[in-house]
């Protein structure tokens, strides 16, 4: 009896030894290292929507600089702040296969404990500089013509709506990411679903309305340059930063990110060059941005060699999409579709290609899993249907509300001016100073020019 | 012959060469110029400082043209850089004393003639 007492109870204490390590698996701490590498990828990736204006802003006519520039950098206000407020919560709360839920709603319940290996405020932090840089896309394709107060309830809606449900689908644990679609930093997510809606605005806000009748020039080059140098410089935390870890992986997405713009620049400017007998700069930042573009998905699942293939495959199909566009009546104005829609899901498939198991991730097509193919492509029609479909309603449900485009008499003067009511390259003269004073009775100081009788 | 100088909307610009050029009116100056004609003035705020926009952009063309090409010159601007409302602008049309043709050292008329080359 009392023998079989003692080896019950023996067999009790062995069981609880062996439940021991199971039931308190380590707790999730945050690694110092990881942490500063995601302070400074969170960082890097806030530096891309600043990179989008100029890259957008200097693509533009002179009257529309600051417009454009506004829309990009006015995101960080408003879809920052929608981010925080419900976005995050949407995307990446438990939810189910859709959407997330409302346990982050105004990021309750995020705080420092640890999210993988880095606090989740900082983990939200990271998602939050996607979510922006990602509404800003759509700007380009919507720029000379579309009103800043309805672009601003588009894109924050677009982040709730567009932007969050698909993020949770890829990465806060939905179908796509439980049906094993590769998406390391955003192809799909962003890139896609960017280039999607931008062709949507483009189509619902209407033309511009000189457009096919007059030649619409960059008004500043080397503005697009320096865009496009802070979009690849913001990449490597774009990237990089997606490995959730300063580990192997974002070495490697690092790398591949550095390589892929690399190839795309040389085969732009081959294929640039037998076109139209010049390498261009505007060819050149477009490039650079494409191959951005193509790698995303990819960049911790491929070898760096395959990088460069993807970078260079990946130029081609974009390069004669913007070909394509320019004879068509469609007025995507900075041929966001070209970059970031065909740039995307070109990246998209190419994962599914090129991805190894040796490098992360699982095997694709050329290593024998063509299943992973089909998987690509699944992930990129979702992304596709879901974004012009819900873009549509929401653009059309604004524009029902108020109009989406600037009358003629607008666009003609500039969107600087009718709607901030700023110039980007005011050169002052004839400007009268407006004085406040005190009894709020403006006084006006008459110019030192004389107007009476003047000749316009 | 006569110098015509139109001061139009920036914005109309091109409408109005596509105009003259359908009207066979070849050979002119541009040039960006400031100018009020009585429109509202647009206010501007940068930081605090608001400002009036007294003096618009527009721009200046400057044609010279044969006797036979003044109503044709001015008629194409006039339906080209017309809004309706105040700034469209004006159109002078100024007596010339004397027109060479540096090239060909042609005089007046013959230098006012679109070169056939």
């Known amino acids: ?456 | 012959m006569k110098l015509i100088v139109a001061i139009i909307r920036p914005d109309k610009l091109n409408e109005v060469l596509e105009s003259l050029y359908r009207a066979d009116v070849k050979g002119l100056t541009v040039s960006r110029v400031l100018g009020h004609g009585g429109e509202t003035d647009a206010v501007e705020t940068y930081r605090g400082t608001t400002v009036k926009m007294e003096l618009h952009e527009k721009v200046r063309l400057e044609i010279g043209v044969s006797n036979p090409f003044i109503e044709v010159t001015v008629r194409a601007i006039l339906e080209a850089a017309c809004t309706g409302e105040v700034g469209d602008g004006k159109i002078f049309v100024i007596p010339v004393e004397n027109v060479y043709r540096i090239r060909t050292k042609e005089k007046d008329e013959a230098a006012v003639t679109p070169a056939l080359n």
């Open chain 1, 1 to 456: 009896m009392v023998s079989s007492v003692l080896s019950a109870t023996a067999l009790l204490a062995a069981a609880v030894q062996e439940a021991a390590p199971a039931a308190a698996a380590p707790p999730p701490t945050v690694s110092p290292a990881d942490t500063a590498w995601l302070l400074v990828s969170t960082a890097l990736v806030l530096l891309m929507t600043p990179g989008v204006a100029f890259f957008y802003g200097g693509l533009v006519r002179a009257k529309n600089a600051l417009n454009t520039m506004m829309m990009c950098m006015a995101a960080f206000g408003v879809c920052g702040v929608i981010w925080a407020v419900i976005g995050y919560s949407l995307a990446f709360g438990t939810g189910g296969n859709y959407l997330g839920d409302f346990s982050y709603a105004f990021l309750n319940n995020v705080g420092l404990d640890a999210k993988g290996t880095i606090p989740h405020v900082l983990f939200m932090a990271f998602q939050a500089s996607f979510a922006v840089v990602t509404a800003t896309l759509i700007a380009g394709a919507i720029v000379d013509r579309m009103r800043f107060g309805p672009y601003l309830a588009f894109i924050s809606l677009w982040t709730v709506f567009v932007y969050a449900p698909i993020a949770h689908w890829v990465w806060g644990g939905g179908w796509l990411a439980k049906l094993g679609v590769l998406d390391f930093a955003g192809g799909t997510v962003v890139h896609i679903n960017a280039g999607v809606a931008a062709t949507v605005a483009a189509l619902v806000v209407g033309k511009r309305k000189d457009f096919g009748r007059q030649a619409m020039l960059p008004h500043n080059v080397p503005f697009a340059l320096l865009g496009a140098a802070l979009l690849y410089f913001g990449w490597f935390g774009f990237n990089g930063g997606s490995a959730l870890a300063a580990n192997a992986s974002a070495g490697q997405a690092f790398t591949t990110t550095m390589l892929a713009p690399m190839a795309s620049l040389v085969v732009w400017m081959l294929l640039d060059f037998f076109r139209n007998r010049h390498a261009t700069a505007v060819g050149a930042a477009t490039a650079i941005v494409i191959g951005l573009v193509v790698i995303t998905p990819a960049a911790g699942f491929v070898s760096p060699q395959s990088a460069l293939f993807m970078g260079a495959l990946g130029a081609i199909p974009s390069y004669y999409a913007i070909v394509w566009r320019s004879r068509t009546r469609l007025d995507d104005s900075l041929d966001v579709l070209a970059g970031h829609g065909v740039g995307g899901i070109t990246g998209a498939l190419l994962t599914g290609v090129f991805a190894d198991a040796a490098w992360g991730g699982t095997n694709g097509l050329l290593h024998g899993n063509p299943a992973q193919f089909l998987k690509q492509a699944t992930g990129v029609g979702a992304t596709i249907v879901y974004s012009a479909v819900a873009s549509f309603v929401l653009l059309k449900a604004i524009g029902m509300v108020t109009a989406l485009a600037a009358d003629a008499k607008a666009q003609g003067r500039g969107m600087d001016i009718t709607q901030h009511g700023e110039e980007a390259y005011s050169n002052g003269e004839g400007a009268l100073l407006v004085l406040e004073t005190v009894d709020a009775t403006p006084v006006v100081r008459p110019a030192a020019v004389a107007t009476a009788g003047g000749v316009a």
